[in-house]
């Protein structure tokens, strides 16, 4: 067992330690170990489902069921690109396929390096400042193609 899988183990142990091997706790260990490790790994959840004492396929259904939790690894920075009408109209699918052609990626993909996860939403609320692309908790509003790559860039 290499160190990373010897590390996981002992986090998700103090986390099941936490919530006291409490079954009725499955989410709120869920998400601590996604907040630790931006998704759920597969061991994890085996130890989760070993800690708890619930089948696998319960701790599945829950991973699968909310949003917040991703089964596979997600990248430092999470890009949201707008596809709402506002941003829509002005645009915004250039800016898309301009960052997935940057990132070499699809929407709904993580980069091979792991630092960015590229997704889309319909309306962050700021439709007066459109194309509106979110990275982590900022905005960044009137984005154009041209913008793309210092966007990015600004982000290590
Ligand atoms: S449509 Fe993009 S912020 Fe509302």
């Known amino acids: 067992m290499g160190d990373e899988n010897k590390e996981l183990e002992e986090t998700v142990g103090q986390i099941l330690e936490k919530y006291r091997h409490d079954?009725?706790?499955?989410?709120?260990?869920?998400?601590?170990?996604q907040a630790k490790y931006r998704y759920l790994p597969k061991e994890a959840l085996k130890q989760v489902c070993q800690g708890l004492l619930v089948p696998l396929s319960q701790v599945y259904s829950v991973a699968t069921f909310f949003k917040a939790f991703?089964?596979?690894?997600?990248?430092?920075?999470?890009?949201?690109v707008c596809l709402g009408t506002a941003c829509h109209v002005r645009g915004t699918d250039k800016v898309l396929e301009k960052i997935e052609r940057e990132l070499g990626i699809n929407a709904g993909s993580t980069t091979k390096d792991l630092k960015f996860t590229l997704e889309t939403v319909n309306c962050v609320g700021a439709c007066a400042l459109g194309p509106i692309v979110k990275v982590d908790e900022e905005y960044h509003g009137e984005m154009s193609t041209d913008k793309v790559v210092s966007v990015l860039k600004s982000y290590t």
């Open 23 to 33: 079954k009725g706790m499955l989410v709120s260990v869920l998400q601590d170990i």
């Open 70 to 80: 991703s089964l596979l690894p997600r990248g430092r920075h999470l890009i949201n």
